[in-house]
């Protein structure tokens, strides 16, 4: 596609259910990550995929946050028994980079899901 | 201490007007750095990288001082269009957001 997509835009969900997020990142590019925002707050680092790599999962916040990327394309984000605190927008970026220099490339984001937990 | 900090602002200015914005690093050993532009409700998108000889893009000019672990985004002449968020990004074995400057400009 032309860009990094993501779905869905919005999620509501309740309390204690799970959730998963899809990211859809530039075709070609190995390096794929996903953050959340805060309102009013920075981007957080979640987790970060990079080719065949094992991914750098240090930033996500807890056990109920895993992620999965299929076939080096495809991302999900998946948060199980969500809570009220994980309300915020889940961006999602992708960047062609290389072996080694793997943080000194452009990232494209997408649009994100703004998730609600009621 | 934050990693990465940034005044939140906001910062008004009126057309034409020359603003600055700053941003604090607290990791030495941080590798790279960036500035990135996110409009009200949008994603964010690169706005330029941050050279240690510093470096010019129209209107914007970026600097890097290490030995204060700062780097800085002059903006000359502003326009409507500039009013946004600016994050700063630092990299050193990931990639840290700041958490943006907002910056109004005003007819």
């Known amino acids: 596609g032309a860009g990094v997509s993501q779905s869905p835009s919005n999620k509501v969900t309740e309390k204690g259910k799970d959730v998963e997020l899809r990211c859809d990142p530039i075709?070609?590019?190995?390096?794929l990550y996903w953050y959340r925002q805060s309102l009013g707050q920075g981007l957080e680092f979640l987790i970060y995929?990079?080719?065949?790599?094992?991914?750098?999962k240090s930033g996500l916040p807890s056990d109920r946050f895993s992620a999965e990327r299929t076939g080096g394309s495809v991302s999900t984000l998946t948060i199980q028994r969500t809570q009220q605190e994980d309300s915020a927008v889940y961006l999602c970026?992708?960047?062609?980079?290389?072996?080694?220099?793997?943080?000194?490339?452009?990232?494209?984001f997408g649009p994100g899901t703004r998730l609600t937990v009621t | 201490r934050k990693e990465v900090e940034q005044d939140p602002g906001p910062f008004n200015v009126p057309e034409g007007a020359t603003v600055a914005f700053n941003c604090t690093y607290s990791?030495?050993?941080?590798?790279?750095f960036f500035w990135y532009r996110q409009d009200c409700r949008k994603e964010p998108k690169l706005l330029m990288s941050?050279?240690?000889s510093g470096n010019e893009d129209g209107r914007f000019t970026a600097q890097l001082n290490r030995a204060s672990q700062y780097i800085s985004l002059l903006i000359r002449d502003s326009k409507l269009s500039d009013s946004a968020t600016y994050l700063c990004?630092?990299?050193?074995?990931?990639?840290?957001f700041g958490t943006g400057t907002r910056l109004q400009v005003f007819p």
């Open positions: 990791n030495s050993a941080s590798q790279s």
């Open positions: 970026a992708s960047s062609g980079t290389g072996t080694g220099v793997r943080l000194g490339y452009e990232q494209y």
């Open positions: 990004v630092v990299t050193s074995d990931k990639l840290i």
């Open positions: 941050v050279y240690s």
């Open positions: 075709s070609g590019h190995t390096a």
């Open positions: 995929f990079q080719g065949n790599s094992a991914p750098d």
